[in-house]
């Protein structure tokens, strides 16, 4: 008899090129609905798989995985960022965590230098005054923005997506400055000419456009608090495609509504889906529904990463991105 193949259970829709090969590999159970799993189907889906390929919309916290089943070996999550799944727990119950990292780097990087520009040079206030019908006729001080050229940029986490960034802002002219736990090699340095700030307060209070591209983890929750915001020049605008809840969101909110900073691009949010009510009403806000690594290539990449993380995890080795709870 043949040997039973390993029974996957993947929480949300992929491309169609990767389910089919998902479901050619392995004992494949998909979402066809796309709805995201309620508590009930993830702790049956935990109890029943040998392999959980789950979504950021699944939280899998330490409760959650009690109810992993003796197969569960491996968690793959589809996505870069883990901050849904507790990963020392996971480990404490032999469970493996992987994700995706490095594939959506490059497409992450260039939705946050489009946030960069589209808040600064006021992209969509522009857009919409045309879709309404609004545009009287040209006027010299109308509808002025910043320039990038010369504009100083603070890369809170300057890791891979952040590096991408950097490459792309000096294209545009902008002087690159970061704050990290500790410096970057000095041939990145060099490379980006890159001025390293250890203290991230220093860094805020002199920067013109804050970009978030730090992962969430318990030490940068709300890293940027209500008190670090108010370290910023009155004009700095802030992106943020990493995690909502690296910032004080109400806290940006009410800062951003008083007049306080200058404007903000944000692709991800503290609450998620919800978003602060106060955001949606601001004409010096771009928001987007948490699209920044939203390309066909890079979901199909994701994919291709998942499967070559479970197959080298059943093949008995160490798979190729393995989450080590120290790593974050
Ligand atoms: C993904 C992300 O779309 O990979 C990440 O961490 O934030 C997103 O860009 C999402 O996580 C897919 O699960």
Not at 66 to 78: D, M, R, T, V, W
Not at 274 to 302: F, Q, Y
Not at 303 to 316: A, H, P, R, S
């Amino acid at each position: 008899m043949a040997a039973r193949k390993p029974k996957v259970v993947v929480t949300r829709k992929l491309p169609a090129p990767v389910e089919a090969r998902l479901s050619a590999l392995f004992d494949a159970v998909l979402n066809p609905d796309d709805h995201p799993m309620s508590p009930a189907e993830l702790s049956l889906a935990l109890a029943d798989a040998d392999v959980l390929a789950p979504t950021i919309t699944d939280r899998l916290d330490a409760a959650a995985l009690e109810s992993a089943g003796p197969n569960l070996k491996l968690i793959a999550n589809f996505g870069a960022g883990v901050d849904h799944i507790d990963v020392v727990a996971a480990n404490k119950l032999g469970i493996t965590v992987t994700n995706t990292p490095g594939v959506l780097t490059e497409d992450t990087a260039d939705m946050t230098l489009a946030l960069i520009l589209a808040a600064s040079r006021r992209l969509v206030e522009g857009a919409n005054i045309m879709q309404s019908g609004a545009f009287a006729g040209w006027t010299p001080t109308w509808m002025l923005g910043r320039r990038l050229r010369g504009a100083k940029l603070g890369i809170v986490g300057l890791g891979r997506i952040g590096h991408a960034l950097a490459r792309r802002a000096r294209a545009f002219g902008m002087e690159i400055h970061y704050h990290n736990r500790k410096p970057v090699s000095p041939r990145i340095q060099e490379e980006l000419e890159a001025t390293y700030w250890d203290s991230l307060d220093q860094m805020l209070a002199r920067m013109d456009i804050i970009s978030v591209n730090c992962p969430h983890t318990p030490a940068t929750y709300h890293l940027l608090s209500a008190r670090r915001l108010r370290l910023l020049q009155k004009h700095a605008i802030i992106v943020n495609t990493a995690r909502g809840e690296v910032i004080d969101e109400a806290a940006m909110a009410d800062m951003l509504a008083a007049g306080e900073l200058g404007g903000a691009g944000l692709d991800v949010y503290e609450h998620e889906p919800v978003v602060n009510p106060k955001l949606l009403r601001l004409p010096n806000v771009v928001l987007l529904p948490h699209m920044s690594s939203a390309t066909i290539e890079g979901r199909i990449d994701m994919g291709e990463k998942v499967m070559i993380n479970i197959q080298t995890f059943l093949d008995g080795h160490r798979p190729p991105d393995r989450v080590i709870p120290s790593m974050m």
